[in-house]
C-alpha cells in the first residue's frame, strides 16, 4: 500500500524555523514528483511547493519563495520542507503528497495525514 | 495568484446531478490539461477524483465527470448520494509552473 507520513510540525514563534518531513513507503519514491500543500484552520486548500523525482527541479508559491525549501533524499524515501522566518500566516497543517504520474501531472494521488505548524508568540 | 473561482456551495437531492465550475485564465485552466479535482471529506485528506481534465483515477466511481472548455473547467456529479457530502476543490497547473486551486465548493446533499 503507497503510504505518505508527515511530521515535524509544532509551535513556533514569529521569525522561526521548522523542519517538515515525509517517510514515503510503498512505492518507488524517485519515479515520483512530490508536493507540499497546506490548508490553514478553516479555509481551503494551499500549493506551497513542489520537486520533481531527481530532485533537479522545484518550485514555490509566491507567499513561500525565498523562506521555504524544498528538498528530498531518495536514498531514504523522505521528502523534506525547511520553512525559515515563518509568519502567522503560514499556520496551516501540511499535507505531504505524491504525483499521480511518473511523467508528472501535477495531480496528487497519495496524500498523508497531515502535520499541525502553529506560528504564534 | 489569485485562487481559481468556484461556487461557495451547491447541493441537490439524492439521485440528482451537480456540476461545479472552476474558472481560471488562458495562464492556467485555459492553457493546460492538468486540471484535476478533489474531494475532501471534513477532518480528512483531499482525495484526487479527476486528473487531466477527464481522467479517473482507479477506484473512483463513473458518477463523477469532468470536462473543460475555454478557461472553466466543470466537475459533474451524478446520483448524488449522502457520502457526496463534502468540499471540492479543483486545481490547475499554470504557466508559472505552479499549482494554483480554487477555493472550493461545499456540497450539501438534501
Known amino acids: 500500500e503507497m503510504q505518505v507520513l508527515e511530521s515535524g510540525g509544532g509551535l513556533v514563534q514569529p521569525g522561526g524555523s521548522l523542519r517538515l518531513s515525509c517517510e514515503a513507503s510503498?512505492?518507488?519514491?524517485?519515479?515520483?514528483?512530490m508536493t507540499w500543500v497546506r490548508q490553514a484552520p478553516g479555509k481551503g486548500l494551499e500549493w506551497v511547493s513542489y520537486?520533481?523525482?531527481?530532485?533537479?527541479?522545484?518550485y514555490y508559491a509566491d507567499s513561500v519563495r525565498g523562506r521555504f525549501t524544498i528538498s528530498r533524499d531518495n536514498s531514504e524515501n523522505t521528502l523534506y520542507l525547511q520553512m525559515n522566518s515563518l509568519r502567522a500566516e503560514d499556520t496551516a497543517i501540511y499535507y505531504c503528497?505524491?504525483?499521480?504520474?511518473?511523467?508528472?501531472?501535477?495531480?496528487?494521488?497519495?496524500w498523508g495525514k497531515g502535520t499541525t505548524v502553529t506560528v504564534s508568540s | 495568484q489569485s485562487a481559481l473561482t468556484q461556487p461557495a456551495s451547491v447541493s441537490g437531492s439524492p439521485g440528482q446531478s451537480i456540476t461545479i465550475s472552476c474558472t481560471g485564465t488562458?495562464?492556467?485552466?485555459?492553457?493546460?490539461?492538468?486540471v484535476s479535482w478533489y474531494q475532501q471529506h471534513p477532518g480528512k485528506a483531499p482525495k484526487v477524483i479527476i486528473y487531466d481534465v477527464i481522467n479517473r483515477p482507479p477506484g473512483i466511481s463513473n458518477r463523477f465527470s469532468g470536462s473543460k472548455s475555454g478557461n472553466t473547467a466543470s466537475l459533474t456529479v451524478s446520483g448524488l448520494q449522502a457520502d457526496d457530502e463534502a468540499d471540492y476543490y479543483c486545481s490547475s497547473y499554470t504557466s508559472s509552473s505552479t499549482v494554483i486551486f480554487g477555493g472550493g465548493t461545499k456540497l450539501t446533499v438534501l
Open positions: 510503498g512505492f518507488t519514491f524517485n519515479y515520483y514528483a
Open positions: 503528497a505524491k504525483d499521480i504520474l511518473v511523467r508528472g501531472g501535477f495531480c496528487m494521488d497519495v
Open positions: 488562458s495562464s492556467d485552466v485555459g492553457g493546460y490539461k492538468y
Open positions: 520537486i520533481s523525482g531527481s530532485g533537479d527541479s522545484a
